[in-house]
């Protein structure tokens, strides 16, 4: 048998049920190698040592008197945007790092009820506003392919936690490019659903209308289970579909003979570096040994969806975090001398500098007379951004591409300018924009690092997204690969 | 379009944040250039374009309007009070705000 800490969530359940080991056997042994070394990479903000073997005992329990499910007795990690009731929830914030909900998140809860074992809490950039995790108030994660490179962001604990071989699975969320860019640049599967089709309730909110939690993961399939157990309906989310959830995982063997497969020109134009052009486009053509067909498509306002990003986002963060004043939870200044100095130098404290130049634009954008010129603006370009993707899924199945300019960059390299951080995800973004689902994919290497191939899907359509995804890993290993030696 | 530092000022406080002297002439350079990116969108005509809020155009879900009272209601209030910086008697306790 592989190491325990090799094995996907799909192995770990079926060896559970063949009683190879014990739920408490894997998730000590994940427990073990996370206090060994998380000092390397910093993935974990809180590690939920007694929790973990407490519901691993349960998990082994059940499993004892003949239950299963195919998340009974498996560890992963939550983002730690999550709340979950008794573990802190930080957000990646000094602000809310004294923060214990009293309560869990639909997500939290769902998975705990399968009987999911949580290892703790990943970092992540402060309240998920950053490409590359540097924004944390607990410090940068590394990427476990180079220690010396970003591992993306926001859900960069996430990401490397997965790729670093210390949970076999994770949650993220991605408001534009928070799950697919972290996923791409360390090596791992991610997937962002439909807008609506997971529930928002308990993760803390940026920005609305675009946030959605999804499944980080080694494997299509172990992503397929997890969605399984993330989406569906809940009262709680005002936003959350009701429609029903399909068996992600019974359509994963399926053949895409005959699938077309639409190849944005604009996500390969010169911004693209010429050999991550190249690595994509080796993975397109697997794609199309297996049946598909390419397809050339315009998205022509797809430059568009950066600019329109950062003023949407920014308004929506300006107002979700409004709350943050130091009164309910969270982080208070000491000694403030009335209520105005309590407001002002606990928010002016408790953000960092990233969070506060978002707020500030958001603000802005918001102020009386620049309302029409930026935020109603920006929804109008957004409804062009969408109609390109309608328009394109007429003609097409699925959308591909590279889900990242580049791979992962040194921890510095894109300095003080924010703009070219934002830029980071231009190839991400305007899925967020529209409200599709999508993927990224391990598919090459360039200069010993990842490279993600993204999948766009129309909506509600995860499980075309997800059957694809696993017959390319089908024909493919790059998703085996490992950062890790020991 | 720039932004001066006056104004960075003027926003940070409508935000309850304090940014100001040089700070301000710095962070107004930022966010320059994040508004020069942002007014790329100017040269899109988008007069007969519906703006979007919600990428699947949906609407306000509603519910029969009738209170839903949690089980225990004071339990609920003092698990949510745990965690606050400050409360007196079940209230929140902030400075005085008038004296």
Redesign the interface.
Known sequence: MKPLHELTIAEIQLLLQQKQFSSREITGHFLDRIAQQNSIYNCYISVDNDGALNAADAADKAIATGANGPLLGVPFAHKDIFCTQGVKTTCGSKMLDNFIPPYDATVVAKMKAEGAVMLGKTNMDEFAMGSSNETSYFGSVKNPWDLETVPGGSSGGSAAAVAARLAPAATGTDTGGSIRQPAALCGITGLKPTYGRVSRYGMIAFASSLDQAGPMTRTAEDAAILLNSMSGFDAKDSTCTDIAVPDYTATLNQSIKGLKIGIPKEYFDERLDATMAATVQTALAELEKLGAILVDIELPNSALSVPAYYVIAPAEASSNLSRFDGVRYGYRCDNPKDLEDLYTRTRTEGFGEEVKRRILVGAYALSAGYYDAYYRKAQQVRRLIKQDFVSAFEKVDIIAGPTSPSPAFKFGEKGDDPVAMYLEDIYTIAVNLAGLPAMSLPAGTMNNMPVGLQLVGNYFAEQQLLNTAHQFQTVTDWHHQSPVTE | MT?TPE??AI?????????DGDEAIE?AK??G??????????A?D?SN????????D?V??L?VDAAIQPENPIDVRD??Q?????TEDGL?L????ID
């Open positions: 932004i104004q960075i926003t940070a406080g409508l935000a309850k944040l304090k940014i962070v930022r966010i250039a994040i508004l020069e990116l942002v007014d790329q969108m100017q899109v988008t374009v519906e703006p979007m809020a919600n990428s699947l949906a306000q879900r519910r698990t949510l745990q965690i606050a910086p400050a929140y902030v400075p005085k705000v």
